[in-house]
């Protein structure tokens, strides 16, 4: 019944941007926080980024504040993330997700907290 599907991906070179999307069905999108995390080979799924259920709450992980921006549209059922001087350590899976509870602290960014999962996107920086 949930679905998330993120688009988006692909090769680009360092330095450039890239709008990841993550489009939302089965769920009342609006009653949920989402976040997205990423993926690298040989390492563990870690915390990007989150928006609150109306977006006015942003979080990011420190390895790409002030480069990504986590953005919602409700009326779409979208949520986006803007990633601006790309680097090769950026290059992972990138995985959206939905959060239906309330959460604190670091708690916010384990992704024991959430709800449901997209399939990924794969972003490739070259260097």
């Known amino acids: 019944q949930v679905q998330l599907v993120e688009s988006g991906g692909g090769l680009v070179q360092t330095g450039v941007s890239l709008t990841l999307s993550c489009a939302a069905s089965?769920?009342?999108?609006?009653?949920?926080?989402m976040g997205w995390f990423r993926q690298a080979p040989g390492k563990e799924r870690e915390f990007v980024a989150r928006a609150g259920r109306s977006g006015a709450v942003t979080n990011y992980a420190d390895s790409v504040k002030g480069r990504f921006t986590i953005s919602r549209d409700n009326a779409k059922n979208t949520v986006f993330l803007q990633m601006n001087s790309l680097k090769p350590e950026d290059t992972a899976v990138y995985y959206c997700a939905a959060d239906a509870n309330s959460c604190s602290g670091y708690g916010c960014y384990d992704r024991a907290e959430y709800d449901y999962w997209g399939q990924g996107t794969q972003v490739t920086v070259s260097s």
């Open positions: 089965g769920l009342t999108f609006r009653s949920y926080a």
